[in-house]
Structures are given as structure tokens and as C-alpha cells.
């Protein structure tokens, strides 16, 4: 089976940086894939690991450790607009199955 | 605007009865996935096509079906709708089926079932 582990939701302030993690267990990997998701709109893509390390996207990060069956999603100069839920997804050895996480609720204070 | 549609946007219905939605993909993408999100369950990978051939399923019930067409727009039918059949449905698509592709998702159909 998959099982994806994300924080349900977390705080934090505008101008600040914040790292959402997400830990997962599945019985292949091919990919690791972070979304954002606003209230009632669809899912837009963010990043995409697939070997250890940080790729960075101008404000967005996002870190693998296949080994530790772990990623987080690093958001730098937080800004009102990143009010969102943050989805995790991982792709099985079969290349066309994904598992999403339940999502993380991100708020972004003033 | 990512490039994929989705009809209708809203769909009010009662137990019992069937409908269809439907999906056409980004120019130039020949894959098409079909996803539920309910609040209780996240997004849940359903199916997918593949240049009109059944590529992966996920966890979709015997009550639904989904294929794609020659001109690559899908359609998911979901029958003998329950109470909780009730969420949005996203379609998204990718150029193939390959290890970099990403997935772009339509804005969704919410279902309402009463």
C-alpha cells in the first residue's frame, strides 16, 4: 500500500519562510511531485525530485531523501497570495499511478 | 488557465442515477488522468489514459468508467450514484506517460449528489 504523511495545517507569517514536510511510504517511487491547491481550485504544479537534493524555483525549494522517505517544500518571503493547501504526491514504480498526501492548509498572516 | 476543460463546472443529481463528465486535454497531450477529491479523502487517483488506451487504475469503483477518445478528449461515467459520490472530480493531462512528465489539472466538476 502508499501511505503519505503531511502536517493537517500550519501558521505562519508574512515576509517569513516556512517548510511543509512530507514523509511517505510506498511500495515503489518514481518521482516525488509538490502542488498547490487555492480553496476550490485545481491543483497547479510546483516541483518535481526524483534523486536526493534541493531543487530550488525562485521563492519555492523542495528537498528529497529517497532514503528517509522524505521531502519538504521550503517557502521563502511568504506572501499573502501563498494561502493555500500544499499537496504531496508520489509516483509508483508504475509510471502513471500517484498518490497524493491529504494536503497541508498553509495561512499566511499579515 | 492551464489549458485543460472540464463540463459541466456544477452537477446537482440524485442517488441512483448516471452521468458523465467530461475532459478535453492541453493541445498536444495524449495522456488524460482522472481524480476524486472529497474533504474527507484528499485527491484520489481514479485512471488513466493513455493516446486512447487504459494506461493505470487507481481506486475507482466497479460503478465507474472512464475512455478516451480519438480526438483525446475523455469522458469518466459514474453510475448508481450514492450519497457519497460527492466531490470534485479533476481531470488532468501530459504530453506522455514518461518518468519527467507533469500533470496539468482542469478547474474540476463538482458533483453534488442528493
Known amino acids: 500500500g502508499q501511505n503519505i504523511d503531511q502536517p493537517t495545517e500550519m501558521t505562519a507569517t508574512e515576509g517569513a519562510i516556512v517548510q511543509i514536510n512530507c514523509t511517505y511510504q510506498t511500495s515503489g517511487f518514481n518521482g516525488l511531485f509538490w502542488y498547490q491547491q487555492h480553496a476550490g481550485e485545481a491543483p497547479t504544479f510546483l516541483s518535481y525530485?526524483?534523486?536526493?537534493g534541493l531543487e530550488e524555483k525562485g521563492r519555492f525549494s523542495s528537498f528529497l531523501s529517497r532514503s528517509k522517505g522524505y521531502s519538504y517544500l521550503l517557502l521563502k518571503e511568504l506572501q499573502m497570495k501563498d494561502s493555500a493547501s500544499y499537496l504531496c504526491?508520489?509516483?509508483?514504480?508504475?509510471?502513471?499511478?500517484?498518490?497524493f498526501g491529504s494536503g497541508t492548509k498553509l495561512n499566511v498572516k499579515p | 488557465d492551464s489549458g485543460v476543460t472540464q463540463t459541466p463546472k456544477h452537477l446537482i443529481t440524485a442517488t441512483g442515477q448516471r452521468v458523465t463528465l467530461r475532459c478535453s486535454p492541453r493541445s498536444g497531450d495524449l495522456s488524460v488522468y482522472w481524480y476524486q477529491q472529497s474533504l474527507d479523502q484528499g485527491l484520489q487517483f481514479l485512471i488513466q489514459?493513455?493516446?486512447?488506451?487504459?494506461?493505470a487504475k487507481g481506486n475507482i469503483l466497479e460503478r465507474f468508467s472512464a475512455q478516451q477518445f480519438p480526438d483525446l478528449h475523455s469522458e469518466l461515467n459514474l453510475s448508481s450514484l450514492e450519497l457519497g459520490d460527492s466531490a470534485l472530480y479533476f481531470c488532468?493531462?501530459?504530453?506522455?506517460?514518461?518518468?519527467?512528465?507533469?500533470?496539468?489539472f482542469g478547474p474540476g466538476t463538482r458533483l453534488t449528489v442528493l
Open positions: 488532468a493531462s501530459s504530453v506522455a506517460s514518461g518518468l519527467t512528465d507533469t500533470q496539468y
Open positions: 525530485n526524483v534523486l536526493d
Open positions: 489514459y493513455y493516446n486512447g488506451e487504459e494506461r
Open positions: 504526491a508520489v509516483r509508483d514504480h508504475d509510471f502513471n499511478k500517484f498518490y
